[in-house]
């Protein structure tokens, strides 16, 4: 999916999906039981379960969007900050320890990946700490268990200034730089504008 997206604005609806491709990615050939004891790979769902849950729900992942900031900087950029829950959820059909290590190992395969990646689609950044946590439920008898990742990302969007008078010039027919080029590479375009050398 990145390189669908390599000309346009970083989005919170391009963070999602490409998390969820990396979870997928991530969880794919790990398998885990399901209620009825088979071993399967987790399931990854955008945003909630689907409504017509049964045993096959388990083992899963959710990738959902949880709250976002904007912050504009001195330098004229634009800072974003999206987090994102993952949802976790696990069965065991033998005992609600073995849920609980399955659930400690699913927690550990995602935290190690987002851990070595931490920059995603060369746009969005990891940003320590990454938080996780036992989802406390009521009834445990069912020996499903859940747990949640709060994966927080910071990205950039372009220059205001820059891209203001990006769309001027596109107009003209001078612009020669990506508007939503890297925050560099914009830079360098900026300081050779006002030498004359582009």
Not at 20 to 31: A, L, M
Not at 124 to 149: D, G, K, M, N, Y
Request: with cysteine; aromatic share 8%; charged share 25%.
């Amino acid at each position: 999916m990145s390189n669908a997206h390599n000309n346009e604005p970083a989005t919170s609806r391009m963070l999602i999906c490409e998390l969820d491709s990396f979870v997928r990615e991530t969880v794919k050939d790990y398998p885990f039981p399901d209620p009825s004891g088979k071993w399967l790979d987790c399931r990854v769902f955008l945003h909630g379960l689907p409504d017509g849950q049964d045993t096959d729900t388990y083992p899963f992942v959710i990738v959902r969007w949880l709250e976002g900031e904007i912050e504009s900087r001195e330098d004229a950029r634009t800072v974003l900050t999206d987090t994102v829950i993952l949802a976790l959820g696990v069965h065991s059909p033998r005992s609600q320890a073995e849920a609980g290590l399955l659930l400690a190992e699913l927690l550990d395969c995602l935290r190690r990946a987002f851990w070595k990646k931490r920059i995603l689609a060369r746009r969005f950044e990891l940003v320590e700490p990454l938080r996780c946590q036992i989802v406390e439920q009521q009834r445990q008898q069912h020996r499903f268990h859940l747990a949640s990742i709060e994966t927080v990302w910071n990205y950039v969007w372009p220059a205001k200034a820059l891209e203001e008078a990006g769309q001027s010039q596109l107009l003209s027919g001078r612009m020669t730089v990506d508007s939503y080029a890297a925050p560099e590479v914009i830079e360098a375009w900026a300081q050779s504008q006002e030498r004359g050398t582009i």
